[in-house]
């Protein structure tokens, strides 16, 4: 396999570690927001208007967000969209 090739694959495959990296990361810092805040899933998930379902696997990293759902996290619990990113 000639060098750029193997390069692109590993370049590639961090990425993707990273990613889900961060998606973990995020869904700590919700579920830690939340709790701190003694607000129950489906609370949250009412403010985000989605259902609790959809939060519960947003939370445990199973879901992505989108940017209308960290707006509204941000505003939730009065943090900045960089601490939840």
Known sequence: MPPFIAYLIIDNY????HQVVEKQEIGIRIKELR???HFSQSFVAEKLFISQAAFS???NSQNGTTSDHIIRLSKLFNVTADYLL
């Open 35 to 37: 709790t701190g805040c």
């Open 57 to 59: 696997l947003l939370e």
């Open 14 to 17: 961090k990425s993707t570690i």
